[in-house]
């Protein structure tokens, strides 16, 4: 029952975000759409992606975008308003998404999926969190993507910092 009202919840405020015009209200309803799927992501045993997703995207993401949204809301006196022009053509494109995706799980045989037969036994058995195992084979057996990612990661820092300051003409 909680996995269905947190989806809920995460469509309802994602659709707010997308329709509303104001753009401080659409950084809020995106932060109550990306706790609502960290919240279904707890309720799926998938512990290290929620907390990734609340460090990541709810810590570091949203706190920019609002922080960006509040500090730039008031140029000369008009509150910062989105135009949205093409709100036809996003609803039926989003109309069009949502029929394929209801025909696709409509058609789609779950009794034949061999993950679906797992539901009603102990999903992590033996062990409790799957943080641990994650870290093991991050620093083990990933180690260099995952610094080659943390290199790209600072590359875009700085570039986004060099592009950011102001630019003096000599």
């Given at each position: 029952m909680l996995f269905y009202i947190f989806a809920v919840l995460a469509i309802l405020?994602?659709?707010?975000m997308v329709l509303t015009r104001n753009l401080l209200y659409a950084g809020f309803s995106?932060?109550?759409?990306l706790l609502s799927v960290a919240a279904i992501y707890v309720l799926l045993f998938a512990d290290f992606v929620a907390v990734t997703q609340l460090m990541v995207y709810v810590?570091?993401?949203?706190?920019?975008?609002?922080?960006?949204?509040?500090?730039?809301?008031?140029?000369h006196?008009?509150?910062?308003?989105?135009e949205n022009v093409n709100r036809g053509w996003g609803m039926t494109v989003a109309l069009l998404t949502l029929i394929g995706l209801g025909y696709t799980i409509w058609?789609?045989?779950?009794?034949?999926?061999?993950?679906m037969q797992l539901a009603n036994t102990d999903v992590l058995g033996e062990?409790?969190?799957?943080?641990?195992?994650i870290g093991i084979k991050l620093m083990t057996d990933f180690v260099l993507p995952f610094e080659v990612?943390?290199?790209?990661?600072?590359?875009?820092?700085?570039?986004?910092?060099y592009i950011a300051t102001d630019k003096q003409k000599a």
């Open positions: 405020s994602g659709g707010y995106l932060l109550l759409t810590g570091g993401v949203l706190v920019l975008i609002l922080f960006g949204i509040m500090l730039s809301t008031r140029v006196d008009k509150s910062v308003m989105s058609q789609t045989n779950f009794s034949s999926l061999s993950w062990q409790k969190s799957t943080v641990q195992s990612t943390s290199l790209l990661l600072l590359i875009a820092l700085i570039g986004a910092a």
